[in-house]
């Protein structure tokens, strides 16, 4: 238990300041003054200013922000100056709202290059170490339920799937999707199995079955062993390895939109926070590699949920300036901050209805990976 809590809060402390470091780099490149950088949200246990920024460590460890000069929550701002300031004085030319379109789209999209940089500076890490388990285009079963069908038809932990009904697997989704569409009905597993062995295997997925086993009986790991490449190559397979967990994110974010909206449930592959603080804890037991290829994906995740054109987040705010860039139009402040505010009300929403699934698998003794 203390590993978990330790390696989760060392984890998320590396992730928040990796992506709120790009803020604060780009915006203090740029001129743009910055009044505080800070880990956690208020309230403030303890602050230190050093120049012009209040440097400060908050009670609530869950993430972290950096404010900038003339910025209010919808990302416009103003700064109130006495009557004797001109609006050229030096610090009104370094409030955030009166920079250029570029430089607060820079400055808003910063975080999100930062987090996809460590992913890819540590995959390209790992691609240089033999031997570290990742993720992958292999599917592979992790675990199986004793007296299960996957069990009975003579399947074993360590088996590959390669294809179904003969369908190339290359992902557990995938292997959920055929099951689902196939219950009560007999399919053809293509497996390899740990002596690289090929066989086929018929099976028929049963229609009623416990929740926290599947239709199958089994667990599913989308683990490879990375090979190693040579150290100039390295950086070249991490970027491309990155880009592909990037879109296969994108791909598990729509399945998580249409399954809460249209059937009302979280789907079983689904990590909210308590879930992840789980498998920091199991990453950390396999060693520091190990737990790096976590760290590597978590930030991937941050990156691509981040950007995406959601209120409230930097996407959101990007995508208003980028409105602003096309139209030559601002959105007027009080539109964007309400747009922001919903958008909050809906992410925190979403957030508790995972951790309370989170709540649940842990009670209930479901697994973390996908099971089918």
Request: glycine share 6%; no cysteine; charged share 15%.
């Given at each position: 238990m203390l590993l978990t809590i330790v390696s989760f809060i060392i984890v998320l402390s590396v992730l928040v300041?990796?992506?709120?470091?790009?803020?604060f780099l780009t915006a203090k490149?740029?001129?743009v003054k910055v009044e505080e950088f800070g880990f956690g949200f208020p309230p403030r246990i303890y602050g230190k200013k050093i120049g012009e920024?209040?440097?400060?460590?908050?009670l609530l460890p869950i993430g972290g922000f950096v404010k900038l000069y003339g910025e209010d929550d919808a990302g416009a701002g103003k700064v109130s100056l006495s009557k004797s300031q001109r609006p050229t004085t030096k610090d009104q030319t370094r409030a955030y709202f009166t920079r250029p379109v570029w430089q607060r789209g820079a400055i808003v999209v910063a975080g999100v290059i930062m987090n996809f940089l460590l992913a890819v500076a540590i995959i390209s890490y790992l691609y240089s170490v033999p031997g570290v388990p990742t993720a992958g285009d292999k599917v592979t079963i992790a675990q199986l339920v004793p007296g299960a069908p996957a069990q009975k038809a003579g399947l074993h932990i360590g088996d590959t799937i390669t294809a179904i009904n003969k369908t190339p697997i290359t992902l557990a989704d995938q292997v959920s999707t055929l099951v689902k569409k196939n219950l009560g009905h007999p399919i053809v597993i293509q497996i390899k199995n740990q002596k690289n062995q090929t066989s086929t295997i018929a099976v028929i997925p049963r229609?009623?079955?416990p929740s926290n086993q599947g239709a199958l009986g089994i667990v599913m790991s989308n683990n490879n062993i990375l090979k190693k490449y040579p150290w100039?190559?390295?950086?070249?397979?991490g970027t491309i390895d990155s880009l592909q967990q990037s879109w296969m994110i994108v791909q598990g974010l729509g399945k998580l939109v249409n399954e809460v909206a249209v059937k009302r449930e979280v789907p079983q592959d689904v990590a909210g926070p308590i879930a992840i603080a789980q498998l920091t804890g199991q990453f950390a037991q396999y060693g520091f590699n190990s737990l790096l290829s976590l760290v590597a994906l978590l930030s991937l995740n941050l990156a691509v949920v981040n950007i995406l054109p959601i209120p409230a987040l930097d996407g959101g705010r990007f995508f208003f300036i980028l409105i602003e860039a096309i139209t030559r139009w601002k959105i007027p402040s009080e539109v964007e901050g309400r747009v922001n505010a919903i958008g909050?009300?809906?992410l925190l929403g979403l957030i508790v209805l995972i951790t309370f699934h989170d709540i649940f698998r842990l009670f209930t003794g479901q697994p973390l990976l996908?099971?089918?």
């Open positions: 300041l990796i992506h709120e470091l790009g803020h490149k740029l001129g920024t209040l440097y400060s460590i908050n229609t009623h079955y100039y190559e390295a950086p070249i397979r909050m009300i809906v996908p099971k089918m």
